[in-house]
């Protein structure tokens, strides 16, 4: 009996390793005929697509563009991955992003809703056919599950040895943990292939911030009191860098021009001597 479980168990680590195609010339005629069908016959494609948008929006615009992007996202069968805004500051425009992942049927919803919140500069599209690796997560599913099944019905007969049932046990448990993995990796897989991603950003319109013909010059005037400003800080900190040297060079060199004129004078009073 322990020699008829070791067989057992080896054959199922050979349909893990071996492969599809190799294990059904040595599995039994059932599994033979059920690896046939693999889906590796099948004409279905996974394609996984992404959509990247680039959104510009007058300045006042862009944080309420970014905020109805999202909000419509949560109408539709959307998924918010990430999100970003940075308000604007007195060097730098607004700007946002926004990643979605929605599906196929509310493409094109989502496309006309971000077309009214400004203007579309670029619409870049990107493709990743990823149908073998779909098929290879999908056969090793099927396979680790049939060998789990396996296993759970060897483990329930009543005429398994204390040996035998460890064995089996330890291999249940490295098997169950395989199949766990995989099948997190197959709904990551069904996520991108079923659904679009979509990444949008959003930036000020820079046209728009020179419609008057006075902004030149106010941008001038902005720019020197900046340059004014720079100078005065650069003038107290060398001020404020320079002030402890005086303090010890000043009467430094007091004290060596002193010197240097009785060093003079001696000679000039000893003369008449």
Same mark, same amino acid.
């Given at each position: 009996?322990?020699?008829?479980?070791?067989?057992?168990?080896?054959?199922?680590?050979?349909?893990?390793?071996?492969?599809?195609?190799?294990?059904?010339?040595?599995?039994?005629?059932?599994?033979?005929?059920?690896?046939?069908?693999?889906?590796?016959?099948?004409?279905?494609?996974?394609?996984?697509?992404?959509?990247?948008?680039?959104?510009?929006?007058?300045?006042?615009?862009?944080?309420?563009?970014?905020?109805?992007?999202?909000?419509?996202?949560?109408?539709?069968?959307? /998924?918010?991955?990430?999100?970003?805004?940075?308000?604007?500051?007195?060097?730098?425009?607004?700007?946002?992003?926004?990643?979605?992942?929605?599906?196929?049927?509310?493409?094109?919803?989502?496309? +006309?809703?971000?077309?009214?919140? &400004?203007?579309? /500069?670029?619409?870049?599209?990107?493709?990743?056919?990823?149908?073998?690796?779909?098929?290879?997560?999908?056969?090793?599913?099927?396979?680790?599950?049939?060998?789990? +099944?396996?296993?759970?019905?060897?483990?329930?007969?009543?005429?398994?040895?204390?040996?035998?049932? /460890?064995?089996?046990?330890?291999?249940?448990?490295?098997?169950?943990?395989?199949?766990?993995?995989?099948?997190?990796?197959?709904?990551?897989?069904?996520?991108?292939?079923?659904? /679009?991603?979509?990444?949008?950003?959003?930036?000020?319109?820079?046209?728009?911030?020179?419609?008057?013909?006075?902004?030149?010059?106010?941008?001038?005037?902005?720019?020197?009191?900046?340059?004014?400003?720079?100078?005065?800080?650069?003038?107290?900190?060398?001020?404020?860098?320079?002030?402890?040297?005086?303090?010890?060079?000043?009467?430094?060199?007091?004290?060596?021009?002193?010197?240097?004129?009785?060093?003079?004078?001696?000679?000039? &009073?000893?003369?008449?001597?």
């Amino acid at each position: 009996m322990p020699r008829k479980f070791t067989a057992l168990i080896s054959l199922g680590v050979l349909l893990m390793t071996m492969g599809c195609d190799k294990a059904a010339k040595v599995a039994s005629p059932q599994t033979a005929a059920y690896m046939a069908f693999s889906p590796r016959e099948s004409a279905q494609r996974f394609i996984a697509v992404k959509h990247k948008l680039e959104l510009v929006a007058p300045e006042s615009e862009v944080p309420k563009a970014w905020e109805s992007a999202v909000n419509f996202c949560g109408t539709i069968q959307c /998924v918010v991955l990430s999100s970003s805004i940075t308000t604007k500051t007195r060097d730098t425009a607004p700007s946002g992003s926004v990643v979605l992942r929605v599906i196929p049927e509310d493409l094109k919803k989502l496309f +006309d809703h971000v077309q009214k919140l &400004g203007n579309i /500069v670029q619409h870049t599209t990107e493709s990743e056919d990823k149908t073998a690796v779909v098929i290879d997560t999908d056969a090793k599913i099927k396979n680790l599950t049939s060998f789990r +099944d396996s296993l759970r019905t060897m483990l329930a007969r009543p005429s398994v040895t204390v040996k035998d049932f /460890v064995e089996i046990q330890k291999q249940l448990t490295d098997v169950q943990s395989e199949l766990d993995s995989e099948t997190a990796q197959r709904k990551i897989l069904a996520n991108e292939t079923e659904k /679009v991603a979509v990444e949008i950003t959003f930036a000020a319109d820079r046209t728009s911030q020179h419609a008057s013909a006075f902004t030149p010059i106010w941008e001038a005037l902005r720019e020197s009191g900046s340059d004014m400003a720079v100078s005065v800080a650069w003038l107290i900190s060398a001020i404020v860098t320079v002030i402890p040297w005086l303090v010890l060079v000043v009467p430094l060199c007091w004290l060596v021009a002193k010197l240097w004129r009785k060093l003079r004078r001696k000679p000039a &009073g000893s003369a008449p001597a």
